[in-house]
């Protein structure tokens, strides 16, 4: 069964750093397209950040350029995404997606994608 699952969502201070996990089970996450995505209350969906298969390119949002980074462990099947400086706009609730076509390229669009986890909730707070 093909699954992603996201975890490391929990409350934070602005300023503060989280690191998301996506893990996936039932498919090699390098051959795929992987994409971050988050949707705050009343919002819609937003594009975060994506890698794409193999070898790895990279794409962000514009609102957390410089801020967040992606990345991938092949030996874990899992993609990581690092949040840094966090801001109170920063909250809501962060989907990894993964693309079934393999592509060098990625983007940050929702519609792109066809597997998505349930969700891990980050809420920056002071």
């Known amino acids: 069964q093909v699954q992603l699952v996201e975890s490391g969502g929990e409350l934070v201070q602005p300023g503060g750093s989280l690191r998301l996990s996506c893990a996936a089970s039932?498919?090699?996450?390098?051959?795929?397209?992987i994409g971050w995505f988050r949707q705050a209350p009343g919002k819609e969906r937003e594009g975060v950040s994506c890698?794409?298969?193999?070898?790895?390119?990279?794409d962000y949002g514009d609102s957390v350029k410089g801020r967040f980074t992606i990345s991938r462990d092949n030996a874990k099947n899992t993609v990581y995404l690092q949040m840094n400086t966090l801001e109170p706009e920063d909250t809501a609730i962060y989907y990894c997606?993964?693309?079934?076509?393999?592509?060098?390229?990625?983007?940050?669009?929702?519609?792109?994608?066809?597997?998505w986890g349930q969700g891990t909730q980050v809420t920056v707070q002071g």
């Open positions: 997606a993964a693309k079934s076509a393999p592509s060098k390229e990625c983007t940050v669009q929702p519609r792109e994608y066809d597997v």
């Open positions: 039932g498919f090699t996450l390098d051959r795929h397209v």
């Open positions: 890698i794409s298969s193999y070898v790895g390119s990279v």
